[in-house]
């Protein structure tokens, strides 16, 4: 089954600055890649998805790349307010899909 | 709009007591899940159901039994609560399944067994 890894330290950031989160998967190349949004004491919300034939997904300040060649896909998070602050969650997989373990990110003004 | 409605949003229980994790959508999506998760392991999928009457074990279903009988609920029962089951459950669905298919989740019910 695919395998999800995403950097488990927490990302800290000024206000302002573009966050890059990174996901790795290293089993088969899939077909498309999600993105997840989690708050403490909530449930994740979906964020966005990109197709493998896609090398780049916005969504306002937030874009998604694709890389398989470096099995990669990278988070963007542009001029970053502290209400961005989160934990966020990859996920991919045929027919049940797997989820990374999430990179938590504090935005400090 | 609720979405996804999870009851009760926390519990503690004894070891050996069972419980039943309510689980509601009102988005008529066929497909159902429960995960668990656990600090730094990631969501894990327990059991997920395809539509009403079929449901399916997923990574670590042992402990747990589900049912589903309607559409709308899916609840994930608790037969003999273990210390190991300790944990946030959340309850997912989606319009169908696969790698394009975005999950709506709800809030989460916190269990402790103690």
């Known amino acids: 089954s695919q395998k999800i890894e995403q950097n488990s330290e927490a990302l800290n950031i000024q206000e302002g600055k573009t966050a890059t989160l990174t996901c790795n998967y290293t089993?088969?190349?899939?077909?498309?890649l999600q993105w997840y949004r989690q708050d403490p004491g909530r449930g994740p919300v979906f964020l966005l998805l990109?197709?493998?034939?896609?090398k780049e997904k916005r969504k306002e300040r937030l874009k998604v790349t694709f890389d398989t060649t470096l099995k990669q896909s990278l988070f963007h998070i542009t001029a970053s307010q502290p209400a961005d602050s989160a934990t966020y969650l990859c996920?991919?997989?045929?027919?049940?899909?797997?989820f990374g373990t999430g990179t938590r990110l504090l935005v400090s003004p | 709009n609720a979405g996804v409605t999870q009851t009760p949003k926390f519990r503690i229980l004894k070891i050996g007591q069972s419980m039943t994790l309510q689980c509601a959508q009102d988005?008529?999506?066929?497909?159902m899940y429960w995960y668990r998760q656990d600090p730094g392991m990631g969501l894990k999928l327990i059991y997920y159901?395809?539509?009403?009457?079929?449901?399916d074990k997923g990574e670590v279903p042992n402990g747990y039994n589900v049912s589903r009988s309607t559409t709308e609920d899916f609840p994930l029962r608790l037969e003999l609560a273990a210390p190991s089951q300790t944990s946030v459950y959340f309850c997912?669905?989606?319009?169908?399944?696969?790698?394009?298919?975005?999950?709506?989740f709800g809030d989460g019910t916190r269990l402790s067994i103690l």
């Open positions: 997912a669905s989606s319009y169908s399944t696969g790698e394009d298919q975005p999950q709506h």
């Open positions: 089993n088969y190349s899939p077909a498309y």
């Open positions: 990109i197709r493998e034939n896609e």
């Open positions: 996920a991919t997989g045929f027919q049940k899909l797997v």
């Open positions: 988005m008529n999506h066929n497909y």
């Open positions: 159901s395809v539509g009403a009457g079929i449901t």
